[in-house]
C-alpha cells in the first residue's frame, strides 16, 4: 500500500498509468522533486578531496543490495538514463535497499529480493520509498495519443512503462511505503534547442545514517569492486535462466562484503563481442542503448572494456570456477581484497592468472 502525507493514496483507479500521473501531480511530491533539482549533483570519488569520507556499495544496472546503517555509510548508482534507481529504507532501523531497475520483467520478483532484509515479514513497518530516474524518452501526450497496435517501445518508450510497473506492484502489496521523492518521468527531464530531452540526472546517493537522498555521480575508483565482471553480468544474465526476472545479487548484507553471485555466457557472446568491437562509436550507440543521445561519454568505452573482457575469456566458468562467487572483503585502507575460493580461480579482468586481484 501506498502512502503520501501519510494518509492511503486511493487505489481505486482502473488505468495504473493514471495513478501515475496522478502521484506526480500530488503537490508534496512536486515540490519534493522541485527541492531534490535544487541540489547540488555530488562528484563521488575515492579520493581523500571527495567531501564524503566513509564506506559506500556501488551499484550497476539490474543490481540490488540491502545495507546496514551501522556498517556502510552510503549507498548508490549512476549511469541511469531510462533505468529508474528504487531506495527502500525502514524508517525503524534504517536498513536500506536500493535496486537499479532496468526493465519491466524484474520489478515483481526484484521487490520481493529488496524486502527480504529490509521487513523481516512485519507488514506493519513504514517504510520510506524514493523513485530517482527514467525521463521522458516519449512524452505521456505522444504516448496517450498513440495506437496499441505499435510496440511498447515506440508507443511509451522505456521509462514511463517502469514507473508504471513500479508503481502498480508497490500498490498491491502488504507492506506500508511512504513515497518520499519521485523524481521520475516529467519531473527528471531536461531539453535542449532543438527539443531532445535527456535526464537532469544520472544517478544518487543515500546517506544510510538518515536516509538522505542526494543527486550524484561517481567516477571509476568508487564503482567497485569487480567493475568489469559486473558490468558483463547486466547484459549476459538476460541469457542465463538463473538470473531470469530477478536483480543481480551483489552485496552480502550480513557479512559486510562484495560476492558477485555467478552468471554463465555462451560463445555467441565473444562472436557478439568481435561483431561490435569493428563498429564506430556512433554505431555502439544506436544499436547498444535504449536512448543513444542520452548517454554519457564513457559509455562506449565501457561497452568495449567489456567485449574486450570476453573476447580474452569466452568460456564463464573460468571467471566463475565451479559457478562460485566471487567475494571481495574490505582491507585496513579501504580498497578490496579477493577472496579465492579455489587455486583455480585467479584470474584477473584482463584474462590472465593472478594470485590476488585487487579493485
Request: charged content about 25%; hydrophobic content about 35%.
Amino acid at each position: 500500500m501506498i502512502f503520501v502525507d501519510e494518509l492511503p493514496f486511493p487505489t481505486d483507479s482502473s488505468q495504473e498509468r493514471d495513478a501515475l500521473v496522478n502521484l506526480l501531480e500530488h503537490p508534496k511530491l512536486v515540490s519534493a522533486s522541485n527541492s531534490f533539482e535544487a541540489m547540488q549533483e555530488v562528484k563521488f570519488s575515492a579520493s581523500k578531496e571527495c567531501a564524503l569520507q566513509g564506506r559506500w556499495v556501488y551499484l550497476f544496472q539490474r543490481e540490488f543490495a540491502t545495507v546496514d546503517p551501522a556498517l556502510i555509510d552510503f549507498i548508490g548508482t549512476d549511469e541511469a538514463t531510462t533505468c529508474v534507481g528504487l531506495v527502500i529504507r525502514n524508517q525503524r532501523n534504517g536498513m536500506t535497499s536500493v535496486a537499479h531497475m532496468d526493465s519491466t520483467k524484474v520489478v515483481d520478483t526484484g521487490l520481493t529480493q529488496m524486502l527480504s532484509l529490509v521487513v523481516d515479514k512485519n507488514f506493519d513497518v513504514d517504510l520510506d520509498v524514493h523513485l530517482i530516474g527514467g525521463f521522458e524518452d516519449v512524452s505521456p501526450q505522444q504516448a496517450n495519443g498513440s495506437t496499441r497496435s505499435k510496440t511498447l517501445a515506440e508507443v511509451d518508450g522505456y521509462s514511463f512503462p517502469l514507473c508504471t510497473k513500479i508503481i502498480e506492484t508497490l500498490r498491491k502489496r502488504q507492506e506500508k511505503f511512504h513515497i518520499q521523492t519521485l523524481y521520475v518521468l516529467r519531473h527528471n527531464t531536461r531539453r535542449d534547442s532543438q527539443g531532445n530531452a535527456y535526464p537532469v540526472f544520472n544517478g544518487f546517493l543515500v546517506k544510510t545514517s538518515t536516509g538522505s537522498v542526494i543527486p550524484a555521480s561517481f567516477d571509476r575508483t568508487t564503482r567497485c569492486p569487480d567493475e568489469i565482471v559486473r558490468r558483463i553480468r547486466v547484459s549476459v544474465s538476460y541469457e542465463d535462466p538463473t538470473w531470469n526476472a530477478k536483480l543481480l545479487e551483489t552485496y552480502d548484507t550480513q557479512n559486510d562484503r562484495f560476492v558477485i553471485a555467478p552468471c554463465s555466457w555462451t560463445l555467441w557472446q565473444e562472436h557478439y563481442a568481435l561483431t561490435l568491437q569493428d563498429l564506430s562509436d556512433e554505431e555502439i550507440l544506436l544499436q547498444c542503448s535504449s536512448s543513444p543521445s542520452a548517454e554519457g561519454p564513457e559509455f562506449v568505452d565501457n561497452l568495449r572494456r567489456q567485449w574486450d573482457y570476453l573476447t580474452k575469456q569466452p568460456l564463464w566458468n573460468l571467471t566463475f570456477p565451479m559457478r562460485h562467487p566471487r567475494v571481495f572483503e574490505w582491507t585496513a585502507d579501504g580498497s578490496w581484497k579477493r577472496c579465492l575460493f579455489s587455486p583455480q580461480d585467479s584470474w584477473n579482468e584482463d584474462g590472465a592468472q593472478t594470485s590476488l586481484q585487487r579493485t
